[in-house]
């Protein structure tokens, strides 16, 4: 009975653990997000792409992330680079909003691209 008690015990020691590192990691993402819509406010492209790029290869949730760096890359004419990231966001979102979003804005690149 001891031995159940401790082995309760320890695999809910476990579960927490893993649920505050996840968390933790997820919350490493926002900092270079927040970084990166401060520079688009400040206009400073350059610097928003760079950190944008890092939030989204630290946390792949950041569907706001992913959407303004596709609109970077359309505005700065690298339509190659802009459906790359919307079609990554439309394979990661198999449903919902996000998706229909993602698709609405590859259209246009694919029809270009089709020209």
Same mark, same amino acid.
């Given at each position: 009975?001891?031995?159940?008690? &401790?082995?309760?015990?320890?695999?809910?020691? /476990?579960?927490?653990?893993?649920?505050?590192?996840?968390?933790?990691?997820?919350?490493?993402?926002?900092?270079?997000? &927040?970084?990166?819509?401060?520079?688009?406010?400040? +206009?400073?492209?350059?610097?928003? /792409?760079?950190?944008? +790029?890092?939030?989204?290869?630290?946390?792949?949730?950041?569907?706001?992330?992913?959407?303004?760096?596709?609109?970077?890359?359309?505005?700065?004419?690298?339509?190659?680079?802009?459906?790359?990231?919307?079609?990554?966001?439309?394979?990661?979102?198999?449903?919902?909003?996000?998706?229909?979003?993602?698709?609405?804005?590859?259209?246009?690149?694919?029809?270009?691209?089709?020209?």
């Amino acid at each position: 009975m001891m031995v159940l008690i &401790i082995l309760i015990i320890a695999l809910s020691a /476990m579960v927490l653990v893993l649920y505050l590192y996840r968390r933790r990691d997820k919350a490493a993402g926002y900092t270079p997000y &927040i970084e990166g819509l401060v520079a688009l406010l400040d +206009q400073n492209d350059a610097l928003a /792409m760079k950190k944008l +790029q890092e939030a989204v290869n630290v946390d792949s949730d950041l569907v706001d992330a992913y959407v303004r760096l596709g609109d970077l890359y359309r505005a700065h004419g690298w339509a190659d680079d802009a459906y790359r990231e919307y079609r990554t966001l439309a394979r990661l979102r198999r449903s919902g909003w996000e998706r229909v979003e993602a698709e609405v804005r590859i259209r246009p690149l694919r029809c270009r691209a089709e020209l």
